[in-house]
C-alpha cells in the first residue's frame, strides 16, 4: 500500500523558481515517453513538435484574482490577512486568515482606509479555514483590484513586478487563488502556430483553489480529502473533445486542472465528455483508470502534493520520481515560475 512519504524528493532549494523567464516559451521542456520509458531534454518552444493535426490542447481559462487581502478589526485595530480560496455562494468565501486565533466566528474585519469593503466571519472550518461574508456597494471584483495582492505561493519569495506573468496569455474566466501553471509556458504565437498546424485548442474553466498544491498531511492515501474546486464546460468545447476522439485524434490536456475537470465529467457520465458545471473533489492517485486524456502537459509539483501522485497515476511512481530526480540533475527550475514536462 503506498503510502504520502512514498512520494517524497530531495529538491535544493535554488531550484526553486523565483521569477518567470522573459520568454514564456523558453523554459526547459522533459518530453516523457511512457512506452519507451525514454526521457528527451528540450526546451518549450518546440512542444508542437509532440502533436498532430486533428489533436487538441485542453486548456484551463481561469483566472487568478488578486485574493490576498488585508483589513482590520475596527474594535481592537487588529491585522488580519485574508487570502480568499473559493466563492461558496453570493458574497461568502472560503478562505484562511492569519493570524487565526483572532478570526473567531462574528469578527468583523474592515477593509481599505475608508473600510468600502467590510466582511463578518460565519463559519470556522475543521481543516482551519474560515467562511466569511462581505458587505459592499460596487462590483466586488474591481474592489478588489484596487485592495488586493496576487496570491503567490510561500515558497516564491521574490516581488512579481508584472502581475499578468502569474496569469496565463488566454486567463478570461475570474475566479482562481493560483495559476494554473502549466499554462504559463504558451505565448499567442505558440497558439497561434498551433491552429495553423490544426491543432484545436479548446477551452474549459476550474477555478483553481489552494488545497490542490498543499502536501497531503495523512500517512494513507485514501484518507486524504480534496477540497471541492468549480469546473465548466461549455457544449461547444465538450462537441469539439468529442470530436477530436471520434478521430482519433489526441486529447492534451495543459495542466493537472484540466485533468481533473475532464476526467471528472467523465467519471460522474460514464465515461462520456458532456456539457455541464460543478464542484469536483476528485483525487486522483495510482490506480486511477483515465478516461479521456491522452498527454499531459505539466509543471513539476511539490513533494508528497496531489499533484506529484496525480502524474504518478498518469505514468507510474517509480518513473516519475526518476524523471523528478533527472530534471533535478539536470537543474530544471521547479514549481509555478519554473519548467515544464510532457508526459506522451
Known sequence: MLTTKDFDYHLPEHLIAQTPLKDRSASKLLVVDRNTHQLTDTHFHTILDELNQGDALVVNETRVIPARIFGIKPETGGHLEVLLLTNTQNNEWECLIKPARRAKVGTVIHFGDDARLKAVIKEELKHGGRIIEFQYD??????????????????????LEDAERYQTVYAKENGSAAAPTAGLHFTPGLLEAAKEKGIDIIPLTLHVGLGTFRPVSVERLEDHEMHAEYYYLSKESAERINAVKANGGKITAVGTTSVRTLETIARDNEGQIVATSGWTDIFISPGFEFKVVDQLITNFHLPQSTLVMLVSAFYDREHILAAYEHAVDKEYRFFSFGDAMLIK
Open 138 to 159: 460596487g462590483v466586488f471584483l474591481e474592489i478588489l483590484e484596487t485592495l488586493g495582492q496576487m496570491p503567490l505561493p510561500p515558497y516564491i519569495k521574490e516581488r
